[in-house]
């Protein structure tokens, strides 16, 4: 079954053709970062109205890539949401005409499930059911993925998501959006135990996060050594944030491992990219009867692909459902 998938969620415009939810025949994807770093951060008006301006040339630049024409398309896949409402009605209403159109069904998909399955891509003899561990830059969650139609949420951010908290801390410290991969490259430099910042652990056997806490800390940290007349070390406060992050969000995944009794983690969305996260878990694998997945790096960040491999898994409207079909800015996993 071939689908063609388009995601237009947040900042980046794509679409993919994926086969049988696991073959990427080719995964489009263009990225309007360089428009938003002046602003530092995504301005969601003028994110829907580049999708706008681009969404037909991308999606006929992957046909042309995959050597397929919509003739050969059984189904159209698209992202209802979360993300932000402008950009996703512009994908929304993009593939309801164009299933509509060409007679085709439409399916819609929840971009935090993309996520969760985008390992599926990179992996072909991974199966559920396994621990999954989704971390973007909007949202955070901990959930069993017992089959791919059954995803059970045991632990989510009660308030930033971590690449929000990457994001922001990465612009108190002077770097461009988005700043999670920069803090990667800087706290490389750093030393991790230079400042300790508080690890939020929360209540006595919960799974979920906060990291509003962090971000505050570290700009108190930064405000009390200037009145100290203390030297920033910018390398040392990416190093530490980055430690004190990682510390609860990988304590937290291998207690759901141990307390559902998974031997599969799988690590998904943008700051899955994070070379620290995978050097911590990749040494964990090794003594704890642990296989860690992660999706490649093109599909760790926004991208249509992940989007048509989840709607392989996903059930198709039609006629009047599929003309009602709406976005959904806060979906929920
Ligand atoms: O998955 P994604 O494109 O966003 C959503 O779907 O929400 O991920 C983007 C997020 C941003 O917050 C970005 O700073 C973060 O992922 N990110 C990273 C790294 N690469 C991207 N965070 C930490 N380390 C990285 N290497």
Known sequence: MLILGIE????????????????????????QIPIHIEFGGVVPEIASRNHLLKISDVVDNALKKAGKTFDDVDAISVTKGPGLVGALLVGVNYAKSLAYALKKPLIPVNH????????????????????????????????????????????????????????????????????????DVSAKKGNREAIKFPRIYLEEGSLDFSFSGIKTAVLNYINSAKQKNI?????????????????????????????????????????????????????????????VYYPEMQYCTDNAAMIAAAAFYVDSIEGEELLRLNAYPGLKL
């Not at 990179?122 to 989704?134: I, K, M, R, T």
């Open 231 to 291: 030297e920033i070390n910018v390398d040392d406060i990416s190093a530490s944030f980055q430690e004190a992050v990682l510390e609860v969000l990988i304590a937290k995944s291998l207690i759901a491992c141990k307390k559902y009794s998974m031997d599969k983690l799988v690590v998904s969305g943008g700051v899955a990219a994070n070379s620290r996260l995978r050097e911590i878990l990749d040494e964990k694998a090794k003594t704890d009867n642990l296989k």
């Open 8 to 31: 237009s969620s947040c900042d980046e415009t794509s679409c993919a053709l994926v086969e049988d939810g696991r073959k990427v025949l080719c995964n489009e994807v263009l990225t």
């Open 112 to 183: 935090l499930k993309g996520h969760l399955l985008s390992p599926l891509l990179s992996y072909p003899e991974l199966e559920a059911p396994y621990v999954a561990l989704v971390v973007s830059g909007g949202n955070s969650y901990l959930a069993i993925c017992h089959d791919y139609d059954e995803i059970e949420v045991i632990g989510a951010s009660r308030d930033d998501a971590v690449g929000e908290a990457y994001d922001k801390v990465a612009r108190t410290l002077g770097f461009q959006y988005p700043g999670g991969p920069k803090i």
